[in-house]
T-cell receptor
């Protein structure tokens, strides 16, 4: 079956670093997406990885290991506005996205 | 400005009534999607369309219907057959599903059945 697993909730301190993990099982694999979703709003695209390694984009980085079926999103210099849910989604052989339940990130001052 | 619009933002309906949720995009995207989001769960695919006049069922299509008569529009009807329709509904689009499927989302419609 197809499955995406990520922690339900994480807490971190403003200015710190946090890593949100995601493990995936998909029928075929055509990349791994990370989206940010603030409460009551639409998800917005953060990153896409299809090759192994780290992709850095400002304060956010995303890592992929295809052999381990594993990805993480790294957020540096946390700001209060980073309080949101972070959704991991794997693209299967038909390029359909399989979504995780999301990780709610709580930032404390 | 290009984007996806959904209306209305909040919708209330009585049990037993059908209701149609609007989704319009001016991004010239071929593919469009409808998702349902419930608390503590991931996005679940209801229907998707890769081209005008064609659409496929997703994982939870029962009790829903769609049409794709125009490239820009993909309305979703929640019928009285849907057992638990109260949820947050998200519409999305992507350039083409076959190569790279970054999806762009509308603001969502929160449906409450009274």
């Amino acid at each position: 079956g197809q499955n995406i697993d990520q922690p339900t909730e994480m807490t971190a301190t403003e200015g710190a670093i946090v890593q949100i993990n995601c493990t995936y099982q998909t029928s075929g694999f055509n990349g791994l997406f990370w989206y940010q979703q603030h409460a009551g709003e639409a998800p917005t695209f953060l990153s896409y990885n299809v090759l192994d390694g780290l992709e850095e984009k400002g304060r956010f980085s995303s890592f992929l290991s295809r052999s381990k079926g594993y990805s993480y999103l790294l957020l540096k210099e946390l700001q209060m506005k980073d309080s949101a849910s972070y959704l991991c989604a794997g693209a299967d052989s038909n390029y359909q996205l399989i979504w995780g339940a999301g990780t709610k990130l709580i930032i404390k001052p | 400005d290009g984007g996806i619009t959904q209306s209305p933002k909040y919708l209330f309906r009585k049990e037993g009534q059908n209701v149609t949720l609007s989704c319009e995009q001016n991004l010239n995207h071929d593919a469009m999607y409808w998702y349902r989001q419930d608390p503590g769960q991931g996005l679940r695919l209801i229907y998707y369309s890769q081209i005008v006049n064609d659409f496929q069922k997703g994982d939870i299509a029962e009790g829903y219907s769609v049409s794709r008569e125009k490239k820009e529009s993909f309305p979703l009807t929640v019928t009285s057959a849907q057992k638990n329709p109260t949820a947050f509904y998200l519409c999305a689009s992507s350039i083409r599903a076959e190569v790279y499927n970054e999806q762009f989302f509308g603001p969502g419609t929160r449906l409450t059945v009274l």
